[in-house]
């Protein structure tokens, strides 16, 4: 079983940057790899980015490549989300997850974080 939490979320103007946390526990953090997933209002859950436990790769949606970087602390448990030059197409629900299964489906999730962002 894997909890993680996610923070950080809140508002901010177009352009702005923001950097959100996903905090693990329940099994060995470093062997895990974990998603980032946003979804808005009336839209579906789209993928943001993943990072490998190791931390030593990352793979991004079109969407945010090169405005987005995932990183990690296994020191912490923690994985974090930088997000800069934030769009009011950015703004959403943003969810962590892990669990990856070959299909791509993940079975653990966090509670959410809001993201707004002000135009």
């Known amino acids: 079983q894997v909890q993680l939490i996610e923070s950080g979320g809140g508002l901010v103007q177009a352009g702005g940057s923001l950097r959100l946390s996903c905090a693990a526990s329940?099994?060995?953090?470093?062997?895990?790899?974990i998603g980032w997933f946003r979804q808005a209002p009336g839209k579906e859950r789209d993928f943001v980015g993943r990072?490998?436990?190791?931390?030593?790769?990352?793979y991004y949606a079109d969407s945010v490549k090169g405005r987005f970087t995932i990183s990690r602390d296994n020191a912490k448990n923690t994985v974090y989300l930088q997000m800069n030059t934030l769009k009011p197409e950015d703004a959403a629900v943003y969810y962590c997850?892990?669990?990856?299964?070959?299909?791509?489906?993940?079975?653990?999730w966090g509670q959410g974080t809001q993201v707004t962002v002000s135009s």
């Open positions: 329940g099994r060995t953090f470093s062997y895990l790899s």
């Open positions: 997850a892990t669990g990856r299964r070959p299909n791509g489906e993940y079975d653990y």
């Open positions: 990072i490998a436990g190791s931390g030593s790769s990352t």
